[in-house]
Protein backbone atom coordinates (compact mmCIF):
# COMPACT_ATOMS: atom_id res chain seq x y z
CA UNK A 1 0.00 0.00 0.00
CA UNK A 2 1.09 3.59 -0.98
CA UNK A 3 0.07 6.82 -0.12
CA UNK A 4 0.84 10.21 -1.02
CA UNK A 5 1.22 12.87 1.94
CA UNK A 6 1.76 16.79 2.89
CA UNK A 7 2.45 16.73 6.41
CA UNK A 8 2.37 20.68 7.28
CA UNK A 9 3.05 23.35 10.13
CA UNK A 10 4.83 20.70 12.75
CA UNK A 11 6.52 22.47 15.68
CA UNK A 12 9.60 20.28 15.24
CA UNK A 13 11.00 17.64 13.32
CA UNK A 14 14.08 15.48 14.92
CA UNK A 15 15.32 13.35 11.95
CA UNK A 16 17.31 10.67 13.82
CA UNK A 17 20.48 11.72 12.74
CA UNK A 18 23.48 12.77 14.76
CA UNK A 19 25.46 16.39 15.35
CA UNK A 20 24.50 19.67 14.52
CA UNK A 21 21.84 17.08 11.48
CA UNK A 22 19.58 16.11 14.40
CA UNK A 23 17.11 18.99 13.93
CA UNK A 24 15.25 19.88 10.52
CA UNK A 25 14.65 23.48 10.26
CA UNK A 26 11.49 22.52 8.19
CA UNK A 27 8.45 21.97 8.97
CA UNK A 28 6.86 20.12 6.33
CA UNK A 29 7.07 16.83 4.54
CA UNK A 30 6.22 15.70 1.87
CA UNK A 31 5.85 11.75 0.80
CA UNK A 32 5.03 10.20 -2.30
CA UNK A 33 4.99 6.33 -3.19
CA UNK A 34 6.03 6.06 1.01
CA UNK A 35 9.43 7.86 0.40
CA UNK A 36 10.07 11.47 1.46
CA UNK A 37 10.51 13.54 -1.29
CA UNK A 38 10.87 17.33 0.03
CA UNK A 39 10.80 19.07 3.04
CA UNK A 40 10.52 22.70 3.96
CA UNK A 41 8.43 25.20 5.05
CA UNK A 42 4.95 26.54 3.50
CA UNK A 43 5.05 23.21 1.09
CA UNK A 44 2.02 23.88 -0.95
CA UNK A 45 -0.59 20.29 -1.77
CA UNK A 46 -0.33 18.59 -5.09
CA UNK A 47 -2.80 16.57 -6.50
CA UNK A 48 -4.07 13.26 -4.76
CA UNK A 49 -2.40 14.37 -1.76
CA UNK A 50 -3.76 13.52 1.80
CA UNK A 51 -2.91 16.48 3.80
CA UNK A 52 -1.73 16.11 7.52
CA UNK A 53 -1.86 18.91 10.02
CA UNK A 54 0.70 18.50 12.37
CA UNK A 55 0.32 21.88 14.36
CA UNK A 56 1.79 21.96 17.93
CA UNK A 57 3.07 18.43 17.14
CA UNK A 58 6.75 16.95 16.87
CA UNK A 59 7.76 14.47 14.40
CA UNK A 60 9.89 11.83 15.39
CA UNK A 61 11.75 9.04 12.68
CA UNK A 62 9.63 5.89 13.91
CA UNK A 63 11.00 3.60 16.82
CA UNK A 64 13.62 0.63 15.58
CA UNK A 65 13.09 -2.01 18.55
CA UNK A 66 16.69 -4.10 18.00
CA UNK A 67 15.74 -6.77 21.07
CA UNK A 68 12.49 -7.94 22.02
CA UNK A 69 11.07 -11.74 22.96
CA UNK A 70 7.15 -11.10 21.71
CA UNK A 71 5.83 -14.29 23.26
CA UNK A 72 6.46 -12.74 27.08
CA UNK A 73 4.00 -10.03 26.33
CA UNK A 74 1.47 -12.85 28.37
CA UNK A 75 4.13 -13.03 30.77
CA UNK A 76 3.99 -9.64 32.86
CA UNK A 77 4.72 -8.80 36.16
CA UNK A 78 4.75 -12.77 37.18
CA UNK A 79 4.85 -12.89 41.00
CA UNK A 80 7.31 -15.60 41.42
CA UNK A 81 9.71 -13.48 39.20
CA UNK A 82 9.13 -9.90 39.79
CA UNK A 83 11.90 -9.73 42.66
CA UNK A 84 14.41 -12.23 41.01
CA UNK A 85 18.05 -11.99 38.97
CA UNK A 86 18.65 -12.54 35.41
CA UNK A 87 18.98 -16.72 36.65
CA UNK A 88 16.14 -17.64 38.62
CA UNK A 89 13.97 -15.68 37.05
CA UNK A 90 14.56 -17.61 33.85
CA UNK A 91 13.99 -20.38 35.90
CA UNK A 92 10.60 -18.85 37.11
CA UNK A 93 9.42 -17.14 34.40
CA UNK A 94 10.19 -17.93 30.46
CA UNK A 95 11.46 -21.44 31.04
CA UNK A 96 8.22 -22.61 33.23
CA UNK A 97 5.86 -21.33 30.91
CA UNK A 98 7.17 -21.62 27.43
CA UNK A 99 5.87 -25.22 26.98
CA UNK A 100 2.44 -23.41 27.31
CA UNK A 101 2.84 -21.44 23.78
CA UNK A 102 0.88 -22.89 20.94
CA UNK A 103 0.44 -20.92 17.90
CA UNK A 104 -3.00 -19.23 18.78
CA UNK A 105 -0.86 -17.86 22.01
CA UNK A 106 2.34 -16.71 20.20
CA UNK A 107 -0.31 -15.32 17.87
CA UNK A 108 -2.15 -13.36 20.60
CA UNK A 109 1.31 -12.76 22.68
CA UNK A 110 2.77 -11.10 19.43
CA UNK A 111 -0.08 -9.09 18.42
CA UNK A 112 -0.52 -7.72 21.83
CA UNK A 113 3.32 -6.72 21.69
CA UNK A 114 3.19 -5.27 18.47
CA UNK A 115 0.53 -3.41 19.08
CA UNK A 116 2.03 -2.14 22.60
CA UNK A 117 4.94 -0.65 20.54
CA UNK A 118 2.96 1.05 17.86
CA UNK A 119 1.15 2.85 20.11
CA UNK A 120 4.42 4.18 21.54
CA UNK A 121 5.60 5.20 17.89
CA UNK A 122 7.83 2.03 17.16
CA UNK A 123 7.91 0.92 13.11
CA UNK A 124 10.46 -1.81 13.18
CA UNK A 125 10.47 -4.41 15.49
CA UNK A 126 13.47 -7.18 15.76
CA UNK A 127 12.27 -10.22 17.66
CA UNK A 128 14.87 -12.58 19.45
CA UNK A 129 12.19 -15.75 19.15
CA UNK A 130 14.00 -18.92 20.63
CA UNK A 131 11.22 -21.11 21.37
CA UNK A 132 11.94 -24.11 18.82
CA UNK A 133 11.51 -27.61 19.40
CA UNK A 134 12.09 -30.40 16.82
CA UNK A 135 9.00 -31.61 15.09
CA UNK A 136 7.33 -28.22 16.46
CA UNK A 137 3.18 -28.62 14.85
CA UNK A 138 3.42 -25.08 13.89
CA UNK A 139 6.10 -22.69 12.67
CA UNK A 140 6.70 -19.83 14.48
CA UNK A 141 8.69 -18.00 12.89
CA UNK A 142 5.60 -17.56 10.07
CA UNK A 143 3.52 -16.62 12.93
CA UNK A 144 5.01 -14.19 14.12
CA UNK A 145 6.00 -12.22 10.52
CA UNK A 146 1.97 -12.91 9.75
CA UNK A 147 1.32 -10.85 12.69
CA UNK A 148 3.66 -7.81 11.50
CA UNK A 149 2.06 -7.92 7.77
CA UNK A 150 -1.12 -7.44 9.42
CA UNK A 151 -0.32 -4.87 11.54
CA UNK A 152 1.88 -3.36 8.86
CA UNK A 153 4.81 -2.74 10.45
CA UNK A 154 8.73 -3.66 9.56
CA UNK A 155 9.54 -7.25 11.18
CA UNK A 156 13.36 -9.10 11.46
CA UNK A 157 13.39 -12.61 12.86
CA UNK A 158 16.42 -12.78 15.28
CA UNK A 159 15.75 -16.53 14.94
CA UNK A 160 17.01 -17.70 18.11
CA UNK A 161 16.86 -21.70 19.43
CA UNK A 162 19.61 -24.05 21.05
CA UNK A 163 21.28 -27.34 20.09
CA UNK A 164 22.12 -27.87 23.73
CA UNK A 165 20.59 -27.82 27.25
CA UNK A 166 21.55 -24.94 29.42
CA UNK A 167 22.36 -25.94 33.38
CA UNK A 168 19.45 -23.88 34.27
CA UNK A 169 16.90 -26.11 31.92
CA UNK A 170 17.99 -29.48 33.36
CA UNK A 171 14.55 -29.59 35.93
CA UNK A 172 12.32 -31.95 34.26
CA UNK A 173 9.81 -29.31 34.93
CA UNK A 174 10.63 -26.92 32.01
CA UNK A 175 13.62 -28.99 30.16
CA UNK A 176 12.96 -28.19 26.48
CA UNK A 177 14.45 -30.67 23.92
CA UNK A 178 17.05 -28.86 21.72
CA UNK A 179 16.92 -29.02 17.90
CA UNK A 180 20.03 -30.61 15.96
CA UNK A 181 22.62 -28.39 14.40
CA UNK A 182 21.35 -29.25 11.25
CA UNK A 183 17.78 -29.09 11.70
CA UNK A 184 18.44 -25.25 13.19
CA UNK A 185 20.45 -24.66 10.06
CA UNK A 186 18.28 -25.92 7.52
CA UNK A 187 15.10 -24.05 9.32
CA UNK A 188 17.13 -20.77 9.55
CA UNK A 189 18.08 -21.36 6.00
CA UNK A 190 14.62 -21.82 5.30
CA UNK A 191 13.51 -18.82 6.68
CA UNK A 192 15.77 -16.52 5.02
CA UNK A 193 15.01 -17.94 1.88
CA UNK A 194 11.33 -17.04 2.51
CA UNK A 195 11.52 -13.67 4.07
CA UNK A 196 15.46 -12.46 4.58
CA UNK A 197 14.89 -8.68 1.69
CA UNK A 198 17.98 -6.47 0.67
CA UNK A 199 18.51 -3.61 -0.97
CA UNK A 200 16.28 -0.19 -0.26
CA UNK A 201 13.90 -0.11 2.21
CA UNK A 202 13.56 -3.88 3.21
CA UNK A 203 10.00 -4.80 5.03
CA UNK A 204 11.47 -8.17 6.65
CA UNK A 205 14.48 -9.64 7.42
CA UNK A 206 16.20 -12.75 9.28
CA UNK A 207 19.12 -13.14 11.82
CA UNK A 208 21.33 -15.80 12.91
CA UNK A 209 20.59 -15.76 16.46
CA UNK A 210 21.34 -18.52 18.63
CA UNK A 211 19.60 -17.47 21.99
CA UNK A 212 23.16 -16.96 24.01
CA UNK A 213 26.29 -18.06 22.32
CA UNK A 214 28.34 -19.61 25.19
CA UNK A 215 25.56 -21.75 26.25
CA UNK A 216 23.28 -22.22 23.44
CA UNK A 217 25.60 -24.30 21.20
CA UNK A 218 28.60 -26.27 21.46
CA UNK A 219 31.50 -23.98 21.23
CA UNK A 220 33.16 -26.28 18.97
CA UNK A 221 30.06 -25.37 16.26
CA UNK A 222 30.40 -21.39 16.74
CA UNK A 223 32.80 -20.97 13.64
CA UNK A 224 30.84 -22.98 11.45
CA UNK A 225 27.53 -21.23 12.08
CA UNK A 226 28.58 -17.93 11.93
CA UNK A 227 30.57 -19.38 8.44
CA UNK A 228 26.96 -20.62 7.70
CA UNK A 229 25.69 -16.90 8.24
CA UNK A 230 27.65 -14.74 6.34
CA UNK A 231 27.68 -17.52 3.57
CA UNK A 232 23.99 -16.66 3.61
CA UNK A 233 24.19 -12.93 3.68
CA UNK A 234 22.37 -12.77 6.91
CA UNK A 235 23.82 -10.98 10.31
CA UNK A 236 24.04 -12.34 13.87
CA UNK A 237 22.84 -11.70 17.11
CA UNK A 238 22.48 -13.49 20.28
CA UNK A 239 22.42 -12.23 24.59
CA UNK A 240 26.05 -11.76 25.44
CA UNK A 241 27.33 -10.14 29.05
CA UNK A 242 24.18 -9.70 30.54
CA UNK A 243 24.75 -10.48 34.30
CA UNK A 244 28.00 -11.20 35.98
CA UNK A 245 27.34 -14.84 35.73
CA UNK A 246 28.65 -14.84 31.81
CA UNK A 247 31.75 -13.43 32.69
CA UNK A 248 31.99 -16.01 35.92
CA UNK A 249 30.99 -19.60 33.17
CA UNK A 250 33.50 -18.06 30.93
CA UNK A 251 36.36 -17.83 32.86
CA UNK A 252 35.81 -21.55 34.71
CA UNK A 253 34.67 -23.19 31.13
CA UNK A 254 36.73 -21.15 28.88
CA UNK A 255 39.63 -19.45 30.83
CA UNK A 256 38.53 -16.20 28.96
CA UNK A 257 36.36 -13.53 29.28
CA UNK A 258 32.53 -13.77 26.94
CA UNK A 259 33.84 -11.11 24.05
CA UNK A 260 37.26 -12.67 23.97
CA UNK A 261 35.40 -15.99 23.21
CA UNK A 262 33.32 -14.86 21.06
CA UNK A 263 36.47 -12.93 18.80
CA UNK A 264 38.04 -16.19 19.37
CA UNK A 265 35.26 -17.74 17.28
CA UNK A 266 34.10 -15.22 14.43
CA UNK A 267 31.14 -14.08 16.46
CA UNK A 268 32.24 -9.94 16.70
CA UNK A 269 32.02 -7.41 13.49
CA UNK A 270 29.92 -4.69 12.06
CA UNK A 271 27.09 -7.80 10.91
CA UNK A 272 27.29 -8.91 14.79
CA UNK A 273 24.87 -7.52 17.32
CA UNK A 274 24.77 -8.84 21.20
CA UNK A 275 22.07 -7.91 23.42
CA UNK A 276 22.50 -6.42 26.91
CA UNK A 277 26.19 -5.93 27.23
CA UNK A 278 25.89 -4.84 30.77
CA UNK A 279 28.89 -6.17 32.23
CA UNK A 280 32.73 -5.96 29.98
CA UNK A 281 36.18 -4.85 30.86
CA UNK A 282 37.92 -2.49 28.87
CA UNK A 283 39.59 -4.85 27.04
CA UNK A 284 36.51 -6.39 25.80
CA UNK A 285 34.93 -2.99 25.24
CA UNK A 286 37.72 -1.78 23.05
CA UNK A 287 37.28 -5.36 21.01
CA UNK A 288 33.73 -4.44 20.43
CA UNK A 289 34.52 -0.58 19.33
CA UNK A 290 37.36 -1.93 17.08
CA UNK A 291 35.20 -4.35 15.33
CA UNK A 292 31.97 -2.31 15.14
CA UNK A 293 30.08 -4.89 16.45
CA UNK A 294 26.42 -3.38 17.62
CA UNK A 295 24.83 -3.52 20.70
CA UNK A 296 20.98 -3.74 21.37
CA UNK A 297 20.95 -1.64 25.09
CA UNK A 298 18.18 -2.66 27.36
CA UNK A 299 18.58 -0.37 29.89
CA UNK A 300 14.99 -1.19 31.79
CA UNK A 301 14.94 -4.76 31.93
CA UNK A 302 18.62 -4.49 32.60
CA UNK A 303 17.22 -2.33 36.24
CA UNK A 304 14.58 -4.53 36.78
CA UNK A 305 16.55 -7.91 36.56
CA UNK A 306 19.55 -5.81 38.81
CA UNK A 307 21.84 -6.44 36.23
CA UNK A 308 23.28 -3.12 36.21
CA UNK A 309 23.87 -0.47 33.82
CA UNK A 310 25.55 -1.20 30.32
CA UNK A 311 28.53 1.74 29.23
CA UNK A 312 26.97 2.46 26.06
CA UNK A 313 28.28 5.69 25.81
CA UNK A 314 31.46 4.79 26.22
CA UNK A 315 30.93 1.63 23.54
CA UNK A 316 29.55 4.45 21.01
CA UNK A 317 32.78 6.72 21.89
CA UNK A 318 35.05 3.28 20.90
CA UNK A 319 33.13 2.67 18.03
CA UNK A 320 30.64 0.12 18.56
CA UNK A 321 26.80 0.67 17.44
CA UNK A 322 24.57 1.53 19.77
CA UNK A 323 21.21 0.40 19.61
CA UNK A 324 18.08 0.60 21.82
CA UNK A 325 15.80 -2.66 22.52
CA UNK A 326 12.77 -3.09 24.92
CA UNK A 327 13.74 -7.10 25.73
CA UNK A 328 10.91 -9.20 26.81
CA UNK A 329 7.73 -8.00 28.54
CA UNK A 330 8.31 -10.23 31.31
CA UNK A 331 11.55 -8.27 32.61
CA UNK A 332 10.37 -5.08 31.31
CA UNK A 333 6.51 -4.98 31.84
CA UNK A 334 6.15 -1.88 30.02
CA UNK A 335 8.09 -3.02 26.72
CA UNK A 336 7.42 0.02 24.76
CA UNK A 337 9.85 2.65 23.47
CA UNK A 338 8.72 5.60 24.61
CA UNK A 339 9.48 4.28 28.12
CA UNK A 340 12.60 3.11 26.94
CA UNK A 341 14.16 6.43 25.57
CA UNK A 342 13.53 7.98 28.44
CA UNK A 343 15.27 5.94 31.03
CA UNK A 344 17.96 5.71 28.91
CA UNK A 345 18.39 9.49 28.96
CA UNK A 346 18.00 9.24 32.82
CA UNK A 347 19.86 6.47 33.77
CA UNK A 348 23.38 7.12 32.14
CA UNK A 349 23.12 10.39 33.60
CA UNK A 350 22.73 8.45 37.15
CA UNK A 351 25.47 6.40 36.67
CA UNK A 352 28.16 9.24 35.57
CA UNK A 353 27.07 10.96 38.68
CA UNK A 354 27.48 8.11 40.46
CA UNK A 355 30.80 8.12 39.52
CA UNK A 356 32.12 11.36 40.02
CA UNK A 357 34.48 11.76 43.20
CA UNK A 358 34.64 15.52 45.25
CA UNK A 359 36.75 18.03 44.49
CA UNK A 360 40.31 17.82 44.45
CA UNK A 361 40.26 14.00 44.29
CA UNK A 362 37.80 14.15 41.61
CA UNK A 363 35.82 15.95 38.81
CA UNK A 364 32.99 17.01 41.46
CA UNK A 365 29.65 17.71 39.83
CA UNK A 366 29.71 16.22 36.05
CA UNK A 367 27.81 13.90 33.96
CA UNK A 368 24.25 15.33 33.08
CA UNK A 369 25.73 15.40 29.49
CA UNK A 370 25.89 11.79 29.30
CA UNK A 371 23.56 10.52 27.24
CA UNK A 372 21.66 13.80 25.01
CA UNK A 373 18.17 13.32 23.85
CA UNK A 374 19.05 13.44 20.07
CA UNK A 375 21.38 11.20 21.10
CA UNK A 376 19.36 8.43 22.64
CA UNK A 377 16.65 8.98 19.59
CA UNK A 378 19.73 8.69 17.29
CA UNK A 379 20.55 5.25 19.14
CA UNK A 380 16.43 4.33 18.37
CA UNK A 381 16.26 4.98 15.15
CA UNK A 382 18.97 5.64 12.58
CA UNK A 383 21.62 3.31 14.50
CA UNK A 384 18.98 0.47 14.65
CA UNK A 385 18.15 0.74 11.16
CA UNK A 386 21.62 0.50 10.50
CA UNK A 387 22.59 -2.36 12.85
CA UNK A 388 20.10 -4.44 11.62
CA UNK A 389 20.45 -3.93 8.08
CA UNK A 390 17.18 -1.73 6.89
CA UNK A 391 18.43 -0.10 4.32
CA UNK A 392 17.02 3.43 4.11
CA UNK A 393 15.12 3.61 7.48
CA UNK A 394 15.56 4.98 10.08
CA UNK A 395 16.11 9.00 9.20
CA UNK A 396 13.53 11.51 8.23
CA UNK A 397 15.45 13.10 5.23
CA UNK A 398 14.93 13.06 1.33
CA UNK A 399 14.63 9.44 -0.46
CA UNK A 400 14.39 7.37 3.03
CA UNK A 401 11.17 5.88 3.58
CA UNK A 402 8.43 7.59 5.61
CA UNK A 403 8.63 5.57 9.00
CA UNK A 404 7.65 8.50 11.08
CA UNK A 405 5.73 9.35 14.63
CA UNK A 406 3.75 12.29 14.98
CA UNK A 407 3.09 13.24 18.64
CA UNK A 408 0.85 15.98 20.21
CA UNK A 409 1.96 16.93 22.91
CA UNK A 410 -1.69 17.54 24.37
CA UNK A 411 -1.29 16.60 28.33
CA UNK A 412 -0.38 18.60 31.07
CA UNK A 413 3.03 16.31 31.44
CA UNK A 414 4.03 18.45 28.86
CA UNK A 415 2.84 22.06 29.33
CA UNK A 416 5.55 24.72 30.07
CA UNK A 417 8.44 23.18 28.10
CA UNK A 418 10.64 25.69 26.36
CA UNK A 419 11.93 22.98 23.90
CA UNK A 420 8.95 20.91 22.73
CA UNK A 421 11.32 19.30 20.61
CA UNK A 422 12.52 16.90 23.05
CA UNK A 423 8.93 16.06 25.26
CA UNK A 424 8.76 12.72 24.03
CA UNK A 425 12.12 11.55 25.87
CA UNK A 426 12.98 14.22 28.63
CA UNK A 427 9.35 14.34 29.62
CA UNK A 428 8.18 10.72 29.46
CA UNK A 429 5.26 9.26 29.60
CA UNK A 430 3.07 8.63 26.32
CA UNK A 431 2.21 11.45 24.34
CA UNK A 432 -0.70 11.27 22.06
CA UNK A 433 0.00 9.70 18.93
CA UNK A 434 -1.80 11.38 16.28
CA UNK A 435 -0.39 9.57 13.55
CA UNK A 436 2.12 6.14 12.81
CA UNK A 437 3.36 5.89 9.55
CA UNK A 438 5.25 3.09 7.98
CA UNK A 439 6.18 3.31 4.12
CA UNK A 440 4.39 6.01 3.79
CA UNK A 441 0.78 4.13 4.88
CA UNK A 442 -1.22 5.20 7.93
CA UNK A 443 -1.04 2.69 10.63
CA UNK A 444 -2.04 4.45 13.56
CA UNK A 445 -4.28 7.11 14.00
CA UNK A 446 -5.41 9.58 16.68
CA UNK A 447 -3.58 7.27 19.13
CA UNK A 448 -5.53 4.33 17.76
CA UNK A 449 -5.02 1.43 15.11
CA UNK A 450 -7.69 1.35 12.58
CA UNK A 451 -10.22 -1.56 12.76
CA UNK A 452 -8.87 -2.89 16.01
CA UNK A 453 -11.22 -3.98 18.65
CA UNK A 454 -9.06 -2.56 22.17
CA UNK A 455 -11.78 -3.80 24.55
CA UNK A 456 -11.77 -7.30 22.94
CA UNK A 457 -8.06 -7.54 23.00
CA UNK A 458 -7.66 -6.89 26.29
CA UNK A 459 -10.36 -9.38 27.21
CA UNK A 460 -8.96 -11.99 24.93
CA UNK A 461 -5.56 -11.58 27.18
CA UNK A 462 -7.07 -11.48 30.53
CA UNK A 463 -8.93 -14.69 30.05
CA UNK A 464 -5.49 -16.02 28.48
CA UNK A 465 -3.72 -15.00 31.37
CA UNK A 466 -5.53 -16.94 33.77
CA UNK A 467 -5.49 -19.84 31.97
CA UNK A 468 -1.64 -19.66 31.80
CA UNK A 469 -2.00 -19.85 35.65
CA UNK A 470 -4.46 -22.71 35.90
CA UNK A 471 -1.97 -24.60 33.93
CA UNK A 472 0.74 -24.16 35.92
Known sequence: MTNNVLIKNAHAILTGKSGTDARSKA?????????????????????????????????YPGWVNTHHHLFQSLLKGVPSGINQTL????????????????EERLRLAARIGMIELMLSGCTTIADHHYIYTPGMAYDPSAVLFDEAEA????????????????KLETNASNQAQPETLDGMLADVERTAARFHQNGPRPRTRVAMAPTTATVSVRPEDL???????????????????????????????????????????????????????????DTEMQILGKSGTGMAHCPQSNARLADGIANAPMLEKLGAMVTLGVDGAASNEAADMLSEV??????????????????PEGEGEAGADSATAEQVIHWATANGAKMLGF?????????????????????????????????????????????????GAIVVEDDAIPGLDMAALRAEARADVLRLISDV
Open 27 to 59: SDIRIKQGVITEMGNGLTQQDGERVLDARDCVI
Open 87 to 102: SPWLQSVPYLYRHSFN
Open 151 to 166: LGVRFMLLRGGATVTR
Open 223 to 281: KYIARIARGMGIPMHTHMSESVSYMEYCREKFGCLPIEFLAEHEWIGPDVSLAHLTHLT
Open 342 to 359: HFCWLVHRAKAGAATRPR
Open 391 to 439: EGVGTLEVGQAADLAVYDLDAPRYFGLHDMAIGPVASGGRPRLKWLLVD
